[in-house]
C-alpha cells in the first residue's frame, strides 16, 4: 500500500504561480512513477505531468506543457508539481498517483491515489 496526501492548493490570479506537493508513505516510493491528473466539472480525468520512479524522465499533457514543472525527491518521498502562467481553465481538483508502470497516461492504469486539491483560477 501507498498512501498520498496532495497539499498547496487554492486560489490564484490568472498568471500566478501555486506549488502542489505529494507526500507518500507506505511501500517504497522511490520504486513508483508518480503522475498528476486533474479533474474539472463535468470533465474527464486528466493526465497532467508525469514522472519516473529516478526522475530521469517525465511528461507533460500538452494544455500544460512550458508552463508546470514536474519534480521528485525520493528522499522526502514527495513529488511536486510547480505550476506556473496559471489560466482559468487550469482551475480543477488534481490529484496524484502512484503506478508501476512507466509511462501510464491512463487514469485507470494507476494503482494509488491521493484525496485531491482544488485548484482555482480566476480571471
Known amino acids: 500500500q501507498v498512501q498520498l496526501v496532495e497539499s498547496g492548493g487554492g486560489l490564484v490570479q490568472a498568471g500566478g504561480s501555486l506549488r502542489l506537493s505529494c507526500a507518500a508513505s507506505?511501500?517504497?516510493?522511490?520504486?513508483?512513477?508518480m503522475g498528476w491528473f486533474r479533474q474539472a466539472p463535468g470533465k474527464e480525468r486528466e493526465l497532467v505531468a508525469a514522472i519516473s520512479w529516478t526522475g530521469g524522465n517525465t511528461y507533460y499533457g500538452d494544455p500544460v506543457k512550458g508552463r508546470f514543472t514536474i519534480s521528485r525527491d525520493n528522499a522526502k518521498n514527495t513529488v511536486y508539481l510547480q505550476m506556473n502562467s496559471l489560466k482559468p481553465e487550469d482551475t480543477a481538483v488534481y490529484y496524484c498517483?502512484?503506478?508501476?508502470?512507466?509511462?501510464?497516461?491512463?487514469?485507470?492504469?494507476?494503482?494509488?491515489w491521493g484525496q485531491g486539491t482544488q485548484v482555482t483560477v480566476s480571471s
Open positions: 507506505g511501500r517504497t516510493f522511490s520504486s513508483y512513477n
Open positions: 498517483a502512484a503506478v508501476t508502470a512507466w509511462v501510464a497516461l491512463e487514469a485507470h492504469d494507476y494503482d494509488y
